[in-house]
Each structure stands twice: as C-alpha cells, then as structure tokens.
C-alpha cells in the first residue's frame, strides 16, 4: 500500500494505482474527458492535470502513478488555469454546432464547458477540413467533431481486437480514421457501435433512418409493423430520465402505438421461434454427428467478425437468421397470408439496441428476391427521438400490450437480451426435448454474469453438454483461438459482438463516463431482463402456444423445408480490406 496526500486528505491505495483512481478512491473529483477506466489511459486531453509538491510541471493524473508520501493538489490556481486553457484549446477547433448535433445534452465535451464557465473562446484555432464518412450502413464519423482521444480506438483495438481505426499523421494534422484514409465500410468494422458509445462526442454517431420510418409511417400505401428487441425494454427510460435499468415494456408498446405504426410486435416472439430451430440444429449436430461446437448466429457483428478473422469457423454457425430477421420473414409471409397483405407493402422497422442490425438487414443473403425482411433498423436511442419529436409524454403513458399472436413470447425470449441469455433459453428447450419431461429447475446460473467467457458441462439426462459464453469480440477471440487449438471442446458455444450482451449493445443510451463510475449498466439491465423472465408466465420457448400454432398451420416443425427457406440463410468469407 503507498500512503500520499490529495487536498490535504491522507489517501491509502496499492501500489501502481494511479493519481486519478487514487483521487476518486478518497471522493476528490477530477475531470477527465480521454480517459476510459481500464481501457484508455493515454494522458491526451490534458484535462486531468493536478499538481505534484515538489515537481516542476503539472502533470496528467490518468497516467502518474502513486508514490509514497506524495502531496497532491486539484484545485490550485496553476491547475484550474491549465485546465481551462487546454479546454478552450481543445474547443478553438472543435465544430461547435452543439444545437444540430446528436450529442446536445449527452456531450460529455459540453459538460465539460458548463462546468469550466467557458462563455467565449478566446482562441480560433484551424479546423480539420475532413468529409463525413458515410459508408457504413451502421456507423456515421464526422471528423471535424473528433477531440482526439482515441477513445473509439482504444475499444476497438483492446477490447474488441480489430482496430478499424487508429491515429494518422501527426502534430495538428493527427486524425481518427480507418488505414489509409480508407472509410469505415473498406476495413473489417463489424459495425457493433462500440465506438459510439465511447466518444464523449458526436463524432460518431449512427446512421439514422428516422426519416426513411417517418416517411412510411405517412405513406397510406405502406403497411408499418414494428418489433422491439429484448434488451430496449430495459434501456429506452434512460432517455426520458428514468434510472438506470428500469423496465418500460409496457410504456414503449403505447408509445409505438402513438407515432402511428399499424402493429406492434415483439422480437421476442421470434426470439422463441429461434431456440425452436437452432436447439433442434443444436441435437441434430449432437445425436447425427454434425460439425461441433454449434455457435449461436444471433449477434450481426460476432457474425461480420467471424467472417473477416476467424472463417474457419463458418461451418459451425447456426445457419439461423438472427430473431428479427425471423420475424420480418414471417411477417411478410405468413402473417400476410393470412391478413391477404401484399408482402411488397408491408413495411417491417426493428427496434434494436444494435447498430450492426443496420448492416445485417442489407444482407443479400436474407430476405427474397422482391424484398427485404426488414426494411427499416432504428437504434434504441433513434426510437427515443422520434418519441420525443412527437410530443409524447412517454414517463406518464399508460402500460400497454402488444398485439396478439407475433406479440406473444416466454420468459426464454425476454433473456435474449443479456449475454448467456440464448444459451440459457436453448436450454430450457433442449433438456425438456432430451429428457422427455417438463423440468421444473430452468435457471442456468453458470451461463450468467460479466465475466467474458463462461464455461460449464450442463447434465441433460444422460448427455454431458459443454457449453461457453464469451461476449465482446476480444473475448471471442481468446475462446476460439482455444478451440482451433484444439485445447477446449464444446458442444454449443454463445458468442454476442458487444461487452455485456445487448443490453449494452452500440445503440443503447449512451451512459457518461462518470456516471459509469458508481454503477455497471450491463449489470443492472440484464437485472431487469432476468426480473421480466421471471415474471412472465411461460419461461419456456416450446411452451409459446402462438409458436406452437404457427408450426402447426405453417412451418409444420423445426428445421423443416418451409422452416429453412424462410428462417435459415448462409455466411462467407470477407476480406479484412475492400
């Protein structure tokens, strides 16, 4: 332990902690604007500095390790100066048309401003003269809005290992960007959003289609359905000022209602007609001798990243469409049969916590010919503005429900949402179908958690399953790499794109730095979901009676010729650089 003084308070740490962490450890407060903890520490903004007894320069407290008996101050003249210099420093360049931008209110630059008392910026600096990059389906980088604090590359390289972007040129001229001023959509970016969520900025920002839904939504020719995901439920509050976590199934089902969509549905619906098709790929694999270890297809980006790094493993794939991709094929085509719909006018928007949904939608290997399955990705925080511009008093709605039959799920589709959720909900399944029995004990508790892999030999019957759960594509990285060396065996393994599962996925509200510095939103959302699971009154896919019709009018049973035309598709092989 090293003993040092900050603000004249004494200060105990271990040795190696830095200033900064030593700093909120004792309650002290110093802002901070590049720094990430635990995955960027690079000391750039120059917004941490504090003063050091003794030394001859302010230093960076991200980076200035604790030593005994050191004397720290925050808050000295020299401090506070240097602090707003290099504020304003940073703000004399910046692009400042904070009213239009995505990130009014939630910057974390701005904040920084308001609580400087920054009015006037007596310096203007050149700007950075660089095109929005467009390309991605998924992710919008505007560089004249980047502060250079290689936070997005810090995510992307150290926790998801891909390092679509990194620092160019040098001095003035440095720039966030992809290889060889290549855009987001010629370098292998799995479009997670990842990035998104850590730019304290609207540098990066995803490519909205709210005015592509607005549009049909108005249009008296188009049929609008919507669906939501799982893990938006236990998100979209956020955005209207609830706390962190708070369940608001029932106020995002009115609210949908009100902005003029004709059905409300809800993913989780498919979600259950997913374990349905991949637990039996899933026992087919296991009892004919198929390729093993079977790896859930649910997340975009785990299957974008797949394709780029580790290829090999397409064939153990679940050739599964991901569950909204599900539910727009069947909307388009039995529940458009059966409402003498025309599919081609039938619009289908996904509410998603992902930005990679607004990749895999483009897909050609999903959808028909005519169309696509789904027309339209909105993030959780797109869905939150449209409510907004409407005018909807979204705290005080009254709960409602959504629409019979497609809004019908178990408590197995509502764990969709947080990482080890697929696994635990195929489970659920598979034992019954194995074992022949209803089984009362349904919780898989070794498949849940932060941790980011989870390993476990799950005893169905007679059959010893090994299972693993790895979310965030670092994560996958290790796992697999154990695999290909032949070092584990698995039966299934679950893998999601983003840290946390979905709940924490690239278009989930954006959660500040500092207020991540007292709670863990992937912790209290997935609490939310697991709460939701246990309220519902079917916890079991195969117990869905509106599944249970729908195989029985329709796809006659899982993994059938019908089932694969319409909820299976294929993977390739993609360059790392176009």
Known sequence: MVNLTIDGIKVQVPEGTSVLEAARQANIHIPTLCYLKGINAIGACRVCLVEQKGAPTLQ???????????????KSKRVQDARKINLELILSNHDRSCLSCVRNQSCELQKLAEEFNISEIPYEGAHVERPKDFSSPSIVRDPKKCVLCRRCVAVCENVQKIGAVGATKRGFKTIVEPVFEKSLADVPCINCGQCIAACPVGA????????????????????????????VRVALGEEFGMPIGTRVTGKMAASLRRLGFDKVFDTDFAADVTIMEEGTELLTRIQKGGKLPLITSCSPGWIKYCEHFFPDFIENLSSCKSPHEMLGALVKSYWAEKNNLDPEKIFVVSIMPCTAKKFEKERKELGTDAYADVDSVLTTR???????????????????KFDDFMGDSTGAAVIFGATGGVMEAALRTVADILTGKDLPNIEYTAV?????????????GDLDVNV??????????ALLEKVRKGEKQYHFIEIMGCPGGCVTGGGQPIVSSRVKLSVNPAELRAKAI?????????????????????????????????????????YHKRPKYQ
């Open 204 to 231: 990066l920002t995803e490519h909205s289609e709210i005015d592509k839904v607005w549009d049909a939504i108005h249009d008296p020719d188009k049929y609008v359905v919507v669906q939501t995901a799982p893990a």
């Open 530 to 570: 697991y709460e939701e699971d246990k309220d519902m009154p079917l916890r079991k896919s195969h117990k869905n009676p509106s599944v249970q019709k729908l195989y029985a009018d329709y796809l006659e049973k899982p993994n059938s010729h019908k089932a694969h035309e319409l909820l299976h598709t294929h």
């Open 448 to 460: 849940r958690g932060v941790e980011g892999v989870k390993e476990a030999t799950v005893k169905i």
């Open 60 to 74: 960076a407290s991200c980076v200035l390790p604790v030593t005994e008996g050191m004397e720290i101050m925050t």
């Open 382 to 400: 797109e869905l939150a503005r449209m409510i907004k511009q409407a005018n909807i008093d979204f705290v005080n709605l009254p709960d409602e």
């Open 468 to 477: 693993a759960v790895a979310h965030g594509t670092g994560n996958a990285k």
